[in-house]
Antibody
């Protein structure tokens, strides 16, 4: 069974940084393209970014609102996905989900609140 | 970016009756590889989203066959043949053809 478990969310001040983690199990993580998707309170879904598998170059793509501030990485030896978030803004407040490839599997999400 | 427009925003339905949600994209979702990467997601209250349909009409494992997807090019539809109480929630379409991938605004399905 595919399992994804996000952690690392919390309250952070504007301009601050936070690193989210996603522990994956139940599938061949090293072969999977992985994504982060977020959902602001009471709003819809927004794709944050994705990372391809190592065999596909581990290249990353980001949505415009987070490009240059957020960075996705992975550790295939630990089956872990990461989202490094810098220069956080109040509009980054959301539940952040990690997901496999075409969003076929989702974690439970972790809440990030950016507020002073 | 490709804009995904869903309608209606809200869909009150009677148990056992059919329901239909429309999703239109601002440009064709046919990929250069010949596939059309249009997916549908269900988000029940308080839960994470769950993918129901991928590549227009393929049901994910465990998804009841009362859910079906259809369409082509820029015009797509999710149909529920007979709505059940557990189908209450918000439904989203999403295109995975053009980066950045984008979601529709959502359709809230509720029981009359």
């Amino acid at each position: 069974e595919v399992q994804l478990a996000e952690s690392g969310g919390g309250l952070v001040q504007p301009g601050g940084s936070l690193r989210l983690s996603c522990a994956a199990s139940g599938f061949t993580f090293s072969s999977a393209w992985m994504s982060w998707v977020r959902q602001a309170p009471g709003k819809g879904l927004e794709w944050v970014g994705r990372i391809k598998s190592k065999i596909n170059g581990e290249t990353t793509d980001y949505a415009a609102p987070v490009k240059g501030r957020f960075s996705i990485s992975r550790d295939d030896s630990k089956n872990m996905l990461y989202l490094q978030m810098n220069s956080l803004k109040t509009e980054d407040t959301a539940v952040y989900y990690c997901s496999t490839g075409g969003l076929g599997n989702w974690g439970q999400g972790t809440l990030v609140t950016v507020s002073s | 970016d490709v804009v995904m427009t869903q309608s209606p925003l809200s869909l009150p339905v009677t148990l056992g009756q059919p329901a239909s949600i429309s999703c239109r994209s601002s440009q064709s979702l046919v990929h250069s590889d010949g596939n059309t990467y249009l997916s549908w997601f269900q988000q029940r209250p308080g839960q994470s989203p769950r993918r129901l349909i991928y590549k227009v009409s393929n049901r994910d494992s465990g998804v009841p066959d009362r859910f079906s997807g259809s369409g082509s090019g820029t015009d797509f539809t999710l149909k529920i043949s007979r709505v059940e109480a557990e189908d209450v929630g918000v439904y989203y379409c999403m295109q995975g053809t053009h980066w950045p991938f984008t979601f529709g605004g959502g359709t809230k399905v509720e029981i009359k």
